[in-house]
């Protein structure tokens, strides 16, 4: 029996992440991943412990923790000589404190930052801008995407702009792409370092994809 397809995870750019900067709807990413602290925000309303967390909204945390053990860095207090988790921004939920209290509920499970319930996701390592160009209307958008995703979930990001997205054959050059392949491995360099290099605006150079509606297909 053929094996089951892997679900593609969901790619996110820093962009995406930073707008979700709220007590109320709070996104943060580590470690090449993005998280919706949201649900616990809730579930510790008016905890001081809160106050890193949500200072650290919509940003990338990933100095917080050690990359060999994912988990909190550590350091060693130079008058006790026993490890501690390092939070220099102050201690946050789920954190122990220093020294021994009774009142410290630990019974918790999983620390957050070990609970993948809260992932949604992974942060896209290297974003690029790229121009779609609907021949039908010369309606032109030019938009930041991510450079692992397929051609289909680049759609899928378009379609905020053109609900009928998926109505339209995606070409590049003349030559029609792939929907199940990325930018790159249809073809469409990126060649912002280049440009950067010779500073050149990249932004006039981006690449252009060109939407054909499918009922008014013409040879390229």
Aim: with cysteine.
């Amino acid at each position: 029996m053929p094996g089951k397809a892997t679900k593609r995870p969901k790619y996110y750019t820093p962009n995406e992440v930073s707008v979700h900067n709220t007590l109320k709807d709070l996104w943060v990413s580590f470690l090449g991943k993005v998280y919706d602290l949201t649900p616990l925000c809730e579930k510790n309303a008016g905890d001081v412990l809160l106050k890193p967390i949500i200072e650290a909204a919509g940003k990338d945390i990933s100095h917080w923790f050690d990359k060999k053990t994912k988990d909190i860095r550590t350091h060693i207090d130079p008058i006790t000589k026993c490890k501690f988790y390092y939070t220099p921004r102050g201690r946050f939920i789920h954190t122990p404190p220093r020294c021994p209290h009774t009142d410290w509920a630990n019974d918790f499970g999983r620390p957050w930052w070990k609970d993948e319930s809260y992932c949604i996701g992974v942060l896209s390592a290297v974003t690029r801008r790229i121009r779609i160009i609907n021949t039908l209307t010369s309606q032109e958008q030019a938009i930041e995407v991510c450079s692992e995703e397929i051609l289909s979930e680049i759609q899928d990001r378009y379609v905020k702009y053109n609900a009928h997205a998926a109505s339209y054959t995606w070409k590049y050059n003349g030559q029609n792409l792939d929907m199940e392949k990325t930018l790159e491995e249809n073809g469409v360099s990126d060649e912002s370092e280049e440009f950067y290099k010779l500073s050149m605006n990249e932004e006039h150079f981006l690449p252009a994809i060109h939407l054909y509606f499918n009922d008014d297909l013409t040879e390229a």
